[in-house]
């Protein structure tokens, strides 16, 4: 959250023990006395010196941005198969002064899962990848998954019990629930049940002093802020018991594409006025980039696909779409009916429900050297406000640019804002999300990429939303502001700046959480 406060909890020792000659060997030496068997250090606990330490670092960083070597990297890394390995990591860490990062599926889009953007602090990861089982009971329509467990593995493990109980998490597969959940987490069946973390009905947390606790020793406030406050930010989260949501046996998906000559931007603008209207049941999306207009052809033209999944048959959703959004011309032949699981899979060009086990499968933003920003949209923009958008996309630049158009309304806008910390409901139409992607060999001169998304974002600002200009804080985006570690005069000052763009009214709540924890340990900072 600020970016990742859990870092400042630990760290109560950093200004006393940070002229330790040799924290490293300190740090070790505590692990082999507090972990339960000694002897599994070598294999659970990584230092720069082993020879698999780059592969292991590397195994779900999503964001390659941060995987070249000017990145900081961790003294070590930790890969726990028990919650006491995670105790022993903490209470060493915070005796040695070192900041601790904590790695689901590794996709922070700025990568402070598992790195820093910090060169001074040393820090250590505490990768869950070991820590992932998935519990589901179908009777009462429940489950525990651990966190560092992916999004497919949760939905393979629903899948596998029953094909009428389902979770509204996100759309790729290969995310870790831990992160996902932390921040929120919506998905194709948001509009109809809300979020992730909307849905989360209890939890076990590792605090700053080592305790395991759940919702009722933790207490209401601090179980409030775990569920859409931001990974990292109150203590680690070993495992989420989730409330389940019925689908029915049979859903229906559709993706169809249309470019501007064939009408796209009058089809983007109406969706505009309507998709947030739709029964909570249907989920339409847009993904939106350029294209070759034809094979034979240089010219550049934009493409829209329009994709959608609909808790229902066919039967009843082309005579919805006739009846709501006549100008698309969505027929039979468009749609395929599936179960909820496949449809998920679908989406991304799976077909066998075991690729949902599939942890580093390049799926939408993951694998790749990238760089995304976010708004919310409460007014439809004007077809002259698409038109002008278009162009940007014909340069060099944005060869491998995207748009992503998510509508929100129904059960969001049921929701209230201070429901969780995540406040984005009731007000947004919908949700866009840009993103430039690029390889290796233009990584050097990545510059020109921010500064085509910085062009783009700043083009936005009359279409989308102000005072403040909202964010969501699953998407991190260090450019709209973070605060400076070392400095705790003037920290609620900066912090606010950017923390009502991700949170709004409910960043003084977060704060006062926060501080509650950090008065009872960081003494130097008083």
């Not at 009722?216 to 990292?232: P, Y």
């Not at 203590?235 to 689908?247: E, F, M, Q, R, S």
């Not at 999306?285 to 048959?313: P, Y």
Request: charged share 20%; proline share 4%.
């Amino acid at each position: 959250m600020f970016p990742s406060l859990f870092v400042i909890l630990l760290s109560v020792s950093w200004k006393s023990s940070s002229t330790l000659a040799y924290p490293s060997e300190g740090f070790l030496h505590c692990l082999s006395i507090h972990f339960a068997n000694s002897t599994s250090i070598s294999k659970l606990v990584y230092t720069q010196r082993n020879s698999s330490f780059s592969s292991v670092l590397k195994s779900s960083a999503q964001n390659f941005r941060f995987t070249t070597p000017s990145t900081p990297t961790p003294l070590f890394i930790i890969t726990p198969l028990l919650p006491s390995h995670i105790q022993a990591a903490i209470y060493c860490s915070r005796i040695h002064g070192l900041h601790v990062r904590t790695r689901s599926g590794g996709h922070d889009f700025e990568g402070l899962s598992y790195t820093t953007a910090n060169y001074i602090v040393p820090f250590v990861v505490i990768d869950l990848v070991n820590l992932r089982s998935v519990q589901v009971d179908v009777e009462n329509a429940t489950a525990w998954v651990e966190s560092g467990a992916t999004i497919g593995e949760l939905y393979y493990g629903i899948a596998q019990k029953s094909r009428t109980l389902a979770f509204p998490a996100g759309l790729f597969y290969t995310v870790g629930v831990g992160g996902q959940f932390s921040g929120g987490g919506y998905g194709p069946l948001f509009r109809k049940y809300g979020l992730a973390a909307d849905n989360v009905i209890d939890a076990r947390l590792i605090d700053a002093k080592g305790r395991i606790l759940d919702r009722k020793s933790m207490g209401e406030d601090l179980f409030w802020a775990i569920r859409g406050g931001g990974g990292g930010s109150f203590g680690i989260v070993l495992a989420w018991k989730l409330k389940l949501v019925a689908v029915p046996a049979i859903v229906t998906v559709f993706t169809v594409s249309k470019t501007l000559e064939q009408n796209a931007t009058k089809l983007v603008h109406r969706w505009q006025s309507i998709a947030h209207k739709f029964p909570k049941e249907l989920l339409m999306s847009i993904f939106i980039s350029s294209v070759k207009s034809s094979e034979a052809d240089k010219k550049m033209t934009i493409k829209a696909n329009f994709s959608s999944m609909f808790l229902g048959s066919i039967d009843e959703l082309v005579p919805l779409m006739e009846e709501r959004f006549p100008e698309f011309g969505l027929v039979r032949d468009d749609c395929l009916e599936m179960s909820w699981a496949e449809a998920i899979l679908s989406t991304q060009g799976g077909v066998q429900l075991e690729t949902l086990l599939e942890r580093h499968q390049k799926t939408g933003v993951s694998k790749t050297f990238f760089k995304a920003k976010f708004d919310y949209v409460k007014q439809p923009i004007p077809e002259m406000g698409l038109e002008g958008l278009w162009p940007m996309f014909y340069e060099e630049e944005a060869k491998m640019a995207n748009v992503f158009l998510v509508a929100y309304g129904g059960k969001m806008d049921e929701i209230p804002e201070t429901e969780i910390p995540f406040p984005h409901r009731a007000g947004n139409i919908y949700s866009i999300i840009y993103v430039v992607d690029w390889d290796e060999k233009e990584n050097k001169n990545s510059q020109r990429f921010f500064n085509w998304i910085r062009r783009v974002y700043d083009y936005m600002t009359p279409y989308v939303s102000n005072s403040p200009r909202e964010a969501y804080v699953n998407y991190k985006d260090l450019q709209i502001g973070s605060n400076n570690m070392f400095s705790c005069k003037g920290s609620y000052a900066q912090a606010k700046i950017w923390g009502r763009k991700y949170f709004k009214n409910n960043f003084d709540r977060l704060w006062r959480r926060l501080w509650l924890i950090v008065s009872k340990i960081w003494t130097w900072c008083r």
